[in-house]
């Protein structure tokens, strides 16, 4: 099954009719009244402090704050609880209000898809997209696993017999992907052994220390562990093989089987933002993409620098949500 193909391609490679389309936000700005912030601006994150969510939040304001695109203060909100129902409850209390802006993940639509919660991400108003982070496959460098067919065939036995980490939680987008891959082995991955952990820290202690067998992992994470001779990274859920540490990771389509498979991570605003807002935060976060440090630390963890604004982010959230359901039917968590 093929996941999020045909992303854009990274903000490495922007086109002139990007740069265009900038322009073209910066003059609807003007023509929509001008509406900036009057105040702080608050970037709310739903997790706490020093997580992946709230590092790009603060990243973020830092490139702004620094190259000063706006006048007003960015603050940085943290409202962990909840499975991120919190946070979005604190955007409730905001509608209309372009002075909030949610830095958020694919948790607010598998939560919905599983019957967790009853919010929808188009209860709220789509801003942006930032960019993907594909997924990896990794065991410690001392595991008598080689390759995910050693983990298939195990598995298609007894799917008991190895224990897999899957990130905070059932049905997240980590065990998504682990699912949609082993079942194309034959494994009954309604039977997986999982354990859930609370961040890439802990699973990697829990990999290290062996209390689990295997694990989905962010692709910096992984490289990291490889480099330092701790890690095996078994394959990659990327449409081909990247640039320098990437060349060295095989695709899963290299190995025969068929996922392109990464996390989203975008910006979420109040519901009734207006055209005048969306314009505005169009032209701030185009200028934060466009920045050399966005594009360095891109590079540095490995991202996809897949940027898009509030005219495009819609769309692409909706095919996003609509493949994370299919998912979750393929692997046996909701019914068709």
């Not at 958020?104 to 789509?126: A, C, E, F």
């Not at 005219?311 to 968590?333: C, E, I, M, N």
Request: proline share 4%.
């Amino acid at each position: 099954m093929n996941v999020f193909r045909g992303y854009a391609r990274s903000l490495l490679r922007w086109s002139g009719a990007a740069v265009l389309a900038l322009a073209a936000a910066g003059a609807a700005h003007g023509q929509q009244g001008g509406w900036r912030p009057d105040r702080p601006v608050e970037f709310v994150v739903a997790v706490g402090a020093g997580g992946a969510t709230d590092h790009t939040a603060r990243f973020m304001q830092r490139i702004i704050q620094n190259r000063r695109l706006m006048e007003a203060p960015v603050v940085i909100t943290n409202k962990p609880g909840g499975g991120g129902n919190l946070a979005l409850n604190y955007l409730d209390q905001h509608a209309g209000d372009g002075h909030y802006l949610l830095n958020s993940t694919l948790t607010v639509m598998t939560n919905h898809i599983l019957g967790l919660s009853k919010i929808h991400y188009t209860d709220y108003t789509p801003v942006a997209l930032l960019f993907n982070e594909h997924a990896t496959l990794v065991v410690p460098a001392g595991s008598p696993i080689k390759s995910v067919r050693d983990i298939m065939q195990k598995l298609k036995g007894d799917p008991q017999t190895l224990s897999i980490a899957v990130g905070c939680a059932v049905g997240g987008i980590n065990h998504l992907g682990v699912g949609l891959l082993l079942k194309q082995g034959g494994v009954d991955v309604k039977r997986l052994k999982t354990v859930m952990f609370q961040g890439q820290g802990a699973v990697l202690t829990a990999l290290l220390g062996g209390h689990v067998d295997f694990a989905p992992m962010q692709v910096a994470t992984a490289v990291r562990g490889a480099q330092e001779g701790r890690l095996r990274i078994l394959g990659i859920a990327a449409e081909r093989r990247g640039e320098g540490a990437l060349a060295e990771i095989p695709t899963w389509k290299e190995q025969g089987l068929e996922l392109i498979w990464s996390n989203v991570r975008y910006v979420l605003g109040p519901k009734g933002m207006t055209p005048a807002q969306l314009a505005y935060w169009d032209g701030v976060l185009g200028r934060v993409t466009q920045s050399e440090e966005w594009i360095d630390e891109g590079r540095k963890n490995y991202l996809q620098l897949d940027y898009l604004n509030s005219k495009q982010t819609p769309q692409r959230l909706a095919t996003v949500y609509q493949q994370l359901r299919g998912a979750s039917v393929d692997v046996g968590l909701v019914k068709e």
